[in-house]
């Protein structure tokens, strides 16, 4: 928990591991509930918020952007509320792709997902296995 307010975009740590579980993660041994709205995600490392913070917030996640396919990395214990990556809608795909880590992105195309730019005039090219 936060405990006076913090701007959105603020690095709150660095962190290069990390284990997911079907609602949540842990970092440094403290967890990080999920949540459709979360306020924080990680970027390259970093624990970034996605919003501002409100006075004692706890920080949230959101796991779809850490699993592709929840349904199977746990199949009995997955939450129905965070089905992974997979089942988002393709233009929530296609807004959030930058949040989400290059093993996440590996998987949805090699499920056949294809990542689109905004602009006409930018082509996306795959890149191996990132």
Wanted: hydrophobic share 35%; glycine share 4%; charged share 25%.
């Amino acid at each position: 928990e936060t405990t006076e307010p913090v701007p959105a975009s603020t690095v709150l740590f660095d962190c290069t591991q990390y284990s997911v579980h079907p609602s949540h993660i842990e970092i440094f041994q403290s967890t990080i509930p999920h949540s459709n709205d979360a306020n924080s995600v990680l970027v390259e490392g970093r624990l970034v918020t996605s919003r501002p913070l409100r006075d004692h917030e706890q920080l949230t996640v959101n796991l779809c952007f850490f699993v592709y396919d929840m349904e199977a990395m746990f199949p009995d214990s997955f939450d129905p509320a965070c089905r992974g990556f997979k089942y988002l809608e393709d233009d929530v795909k296609q807004r959030n792709l930058y949040l989400c880590e290059p093993p996440l992105r590996a998987d949805a195309m090699r499920d056949g997902w294809v990542v689109r730019s905004t602009n006409e005039q930018v082509l996306i090219r795959p890149n191996g296995d990132m």
